[in-house]
């Protein structure tokens, strides 16, 4: 079974990304592009897919769980919170889907402790797809082919 | 058997990438909502007010694809 990427130019160098939908309890089902992030332990929905979600900071502190660890990373101050009993879902290249569940993580910048320009460029990081999901599947990337796939 | 809305989804998503040096010199610094190949509903500079168009229209931005349009190539260390 192969779920196939793709490598996006719009990064430097260019990025692997999947496409997915993720149903989210009491939210429905929702569409994004994530980036494989092999250096992401969790999947991860960042800034601005949360802002289409409809998950404002305001939201979030008032509606979901802090996230149960503290949670690394790259980019100043942040909120995170953790939506339990979510489902990626993925397409394979036969046209059929498969579900995984997960723990979802929500990562949310307060725009009030950050500079037009760093809100800017945090708005424009994709979400991640982490470990908690890559290493269910093989990895199989191939920048020279042109080639991106999650195998299993 | 792949819905609708995530077939149309990922030919916005396809499409924008596909298209997306020739988007760059037309709509550079713009947050674009793409639904489908080719299709434009909205533009803007600020994301927020580009979902607030959206959802005011009526449409649920979470099944819309939303790409911002830059010239410079985002470098990122995630």
């Known amino acids: ?152 | 058997m792949v819905s609708k809305d995530r077939m149309r989804f990922s030919r916005a998503h396809r499409w924008f990438e596909r298209e997306y040096g020739r988007l760059a010199e037309h709509l550079d610094g713009e947050w674009i909502a793409v639904e489908d190949e080719g299709v434009i509903l909205e533009r803007d500079r600020d994301i927020n007010h580009l979902l607030r168009k959206l959802r005011d229209r009526g449409l649920d931005p979470g099944r819309i694809f939303v790409g911002y349009v830059s010239r410079e190539p985002l470098v990122a260390i995630l």
């Open chain 1, 1 to 152: 079974m192969r779920i196939r990427g793709f490598l996006s130019r719009r990064f430097e160098p260019p990025a692997p990304l999947i496409e997915a939908s993720i149903y989210l309890p009491s939210m429905g089902e929702r569409q994004l592009i994530l980036l494989i992030d092999t250096g992401a332990s969790a999947t991860t929905i960042l800034d601005s897919d949360a802002g289409r979600f409809g998950i404002t900071l305001e939201y979030a502190r008032e509606n979901l769980r802090p996230a149960p660890r503290k949670v690394l990373g790259i980019g100043g101050v942040a909120e995170t919170y953790m939506i339990e009993g979510a489902e990626l879902t993925l397409t394979q290249e036969d046209g059929l889907e498969v579900g995984e569940a997960l723990d979802l993580y929500i990562v949310l910048h307060d725009p009030e402790t950050l500079s037009d320009e760093v809100r800017g460029l945090i708005l424009r990081l994709p979400s991640l797809l982490g470990r908690d999901l890559i290493n269910r599947y093989r990895l199989y990337i191939d920048a020279g082919r042109d080639e991106v796939y999650l195998e299993r």
